[in-house]
């Protein structure tokens, strides 16, 4: 009896000793420096390590990438510019497609409520391209600021694509791509997003006079990058169709959402003893380095900063 309570004696101390160990993750002590901290645009900065870390994260300072807003979005006052790519190209109708918006459109997808609605014209405000060679070659439209167009009640807008081929004519092709609006931040051009970009948009192809019953090679479509106009080779009768947007409401503001560090080292990757890094534009930047240590027992960060001034 004696000895069973001396085995469950030994048996608990060793016991309560397992329960009493920690077990925890260690900070990381990794040291960086930087070779230089003051540089010229296209210089390459050298951030010295010593220590060790499991994972590495850097923040140049730029937009972007900037430490200041790895928790806050960046959200920021801007106004709605539409831009697009056309290319239009083989036979003779080449006025064959106009750009147009409604602020009364139905929303259904029919040739009568696309008839009933009022649609105002605006294609002599971007550059759509002439006939131009037998195969697409895109060219640019320009931008149009079109806040103005969005009614104050905040109802949507419908951009639409007016689409005709003469009769007696010679097919032409007509395709738009990259069909966007953008919110453009006035004081920083360079914080610009894409508020709807051409899936965004949705547009919707109707088909008008010309079609009941007649087969097109290759038929007007469209799919998930482009708009395409087409028509028969030679074509004996008028034919009108149309590429109608979804609701687009008016975007006061455009957030880019959270600025992201470069991953430059995971737990498996080999240690390293430096990081290099080159700044394009002048300036003061606050390098940062997230540096962490993690395990199934936690995980401990450290931020260390480095002023870095960029000049010309």
């Known amino acids: 009896m004696k000895i069973l309570k001396y085995k469950l004696g030994i048996f608990l101390a060793f016991l309560s000793l397992g329960c009493a160990k920690e077990y925890h993750v260690e900070?990381?002590?990794?040291?960086?420096?930087?070779?230089?901290?003051?540089?010229?645009?296209g210089d390459?900065?050298?951030?010295?390590?010593?220590?060790?870390?499991?994972?590495?994260?850097?923040?140049?300072?730029?937009?972007?990438?900037?430490?200041?807003?790895?928790?806050?979005?960046?959200?920021?006052?801007?106004?709605?510019?539409?831009?697009?790519?056309?290319?239009?190209?083989?036979g003779n109708n080449t006025d064959c497609a106009h750009l147009k918006y409604s602020t009364d459109f139905n929303g259904q997808?029919?040739?009568?409520?696309?008839?009933?609605?009022?649609?105002?014209?605006?294609?002599?405000?971007?550059?759509?391209?002439?006939?131009?060679?037998?195969?697409?070659?895109?060219?640019?439209?320009?931008?149009?600021?079109?806040?103005?167009?969005?009614?104050?009640?905040?109802?949507?807008?419908?951009?639409?694509?007016?689409?005709?081929?003469?009769?007696?004519?010679?097919?032409?092709q007509f395709q738009v791509a990259e069909f966007k609006i953008q919110g453009v931040v006035t004081?920083?051009?360079?914080?610009?997003?894409?508020?709807?970009?051409?899936?965004?948009?949705?547009?919707?192809?109707?088909?008008?006079?010309?079609?009941?019953?007649?087969?097109?090679?290759p038929a007007p479509n469209i799919n998930s990058t482009r708009i395409l106009w087409s028509g028969?080779?030679?074509?004996?009768?008028?034919?009108?169709?149309w590429a109608i947007s979804a609701p687009l409401h008016k975007s006061e503001q455009v957030n880019l959402g959270l600025d992201k560090p470069n991953p430059i080292k995971i737990v498996s990757d080999p240690e390293s003893a430096s990081y290099q890094y080159v700044y394009k534009t002048p300036g003061k930047y606050l390098a940062t380095f997230l540096i962490a240590n993690s395990s199934v027992y936690g995980r401990k960060e450290v931020v260390k900063q480095i002023e870095i001034n960029v000049e010309p």
């Open 109 to 172: 997808y029919d040739r009568a409520s696309i008839r009933a609605a009022t649609w105002v014209d605006i294609s002599n405000q971007f550059t759509i391209p002439p006939i131009v060679g037998t195969s697409a070659t895109f060219s640019n439209s320009g931008d149009l600021e079109i806040s103005s167009l969005f009614p104050a009640n905040g109802k949507p807008v419908y951009f639409g694509w007016f689409f005709t081929t003469q009769a007696n004519s010679q097919r032409t």
């Open 27 to 41: 900070e990381p002590t990794l040291q960086i420096t930087a070779a230089k901290t003051t540089v010229k645009v």
């Open 44 to 90: 390459i900065v050298v951030f010295n390590f010593d220590g060790n870390a499991d994972f590495i994260s850097f923040y140049s300072g730029e937009k972007g990438m900037d430490y200041a807003f790895h928790n806050k979005e960046r959200i920021y006052q801007s106004n709605n510019v539409l831009n697009f790519r056309s290319a239009k190209y083989a």
């Open 232 to 241: 028969t080779f030679a074509n004996d009768t008028f034919k009108e169709g």
């Open 187 to 217: 004081q920083d051009p360079s914080l610009s997003g894409v508020v709807y970009d051409f899936v965004d948009c949705a547009f919707k192809l109707v088909l008008g006079e010309g079609f009941d019953g007649v087969t097109v090679s």
